[in-house]
């Protein structure tokens, strides 16, 4: 189960790294053709491992890595189910140290101004706030293709 999982994304880091945009653009065509919670759980804790496996080896995120994964990430800050709106916040937490707070704030924002959702607008300014506490507001606000 999970130990393995830990595992095989410890002992097979080096190849999902070089593959990391193709493992994005899966995913995301997985969360499109379909949008279970159980596949989104397994997807999201994936992620999770992933990302922290990333952290802990002071990756940084490519740019057309980032701009595969992050605007599917920051569209389910809302989600209804807690667990998974946990594990969003948390990878966008870690994503701060892949690809640098002002680009999450960015999609973070994006996600805020394309949500039609009150109670996912609402979650976007808590996590943005937090980020704010974390970093300066100058450093987050210094992405300029906010939209």
Do not use: H
């Amino acid at each position: 189960g999970d130990v393995y999982k830990r595992q095989g994304v410890k002992s097979e880091l080096e190849g999902i790294v070089d593959l990391l945009d193709l493992i994005f653009k899966w995913i995301l065509t997985r969360l499109v053709d379909q949008n279970n919670t159980q596949m989104l759980k397994g997807i999201m804790n994936f992620l999770l491992l992933l990302f922290k496996q990333l952290e802990n080896r002071k990756y940084k995120m490519l740019e057309f890595e980032a701009v595969v994964i992050m605007p599917m990430l920051a569209e389910r800050i809302g989600a209804a189910n807690p667990g998974i709106k946990q594990q969003v916040r948390e990878i966008l937490k870690i994503s701060c140290e892949l690809c640098g707070p002002e680009k999450v704030a960015a999609y973070i924002v994006n996600s805020l101004e394309s949500s039609n959702n009150v109670k996912a607008k609402l979650d976007c300014l808590t996590l943005l706030k937090e980020l704010t506490s974390k970093y300066s507001a100058d450093k987050l606000l210094m992405q300029k293709d906010i939209r």
